[in-house]
């Protein structure tokens, strides 16, 4: 548990932003398993170490006036164009929960799923939060979570002390698809500004290939 509260601590900052779940915060290390996850084939060759994003590039915002929500895909085609400090510690949080996203991939038939980091952040006292209503709208599709794997002591109650941040992991399908144009949208609002982000995330994959020496 002191290993997993330190592994936050590097992801989730004062801003970020979680939804509520209904799985373990048990996140045990295992060894990586045959089924397959939903990150993008051949993008996720780029070294890690050479990027430079922060993780609020990579991620989308909702303000829902009580709570503040930042949803991150971990999805590592993404999360190698980060600083090495970040890609580290968001690797490293979704391989120790390996064991649990395969039980829930077999579940739905061995399909990949996309794993995002949630965090709800209040901005009042006693502010409450929906984790469940947290949907990802990818290819003209609405996709609602598999499961949520509570990361921080208290999620599961929906609610939240002023400046208080609970997280988890949101696991979707895998037809999600980070490398095109996305949305997220919680309780009627929504950020579908992933157009930008990926402008933003081509530059940095032309900015990596060229400090790591890899061809385009």
Request: aromatic share 6%; charged share 20%; glycine share 8%.
């Amino acid at each position: 548990m002191r290993a997993l509260a330190i592994t936050i601590g590097l992801v989730c900052t004062p801003a970020c932003v979680p939804p509520g779940s209904t799985a373990s915060s048990t996140n045990s290390a295992a060894p990586i398993a045959s089924v397959p996850q939903a990150d993008t084939a051949g993008l996720s060759m780029l070294p890690p170490g050479y990027g430079s994003l922060r993780q609020d590039d990579i991620s989308l915002h909702i303000d829902a006036g009580t709570v503040l929500v930042r949803a991150l895909p971990i999805d590592e085609s993404l999360i190698r164009l980060l600083t090495p400090d970040s890609y580290r510690a968001l690797h490293d949080l979704k391989e120790g929960s390996r064991t649990q996203l395969d039980a829930i991939a077999r579940r739905y038939g061995g399909r990949p799923v996309s794993v995002w980091l949630v965090s709800f952040y209040g901005v009042e006292p006693n502010a409450r939060f929906t984790p469940g209503d947290l949907i990802v709208n990818s290819g003209g599709r609405d996709f609602r979570p598999y499961d949520i794997l509570s990361l921080t002591v208290g999620f599961g109650e929906n609610r939240l002390r002023q400046r208080e941040t609970q997280s988890a992991l949101y696991v979707y399908d895998g037809d999600v698809q980070v490398n095109q144009p996305l949305s997220i949208s919680y309780t009627g609002y929504t950020d579908a500004s992933w157009d930008q982000t990926l402008e933003t995330i081509e530059r940095e994959r032309t900015m990596v290939r060229a400090r790591s020496g890899k061809p385009n």
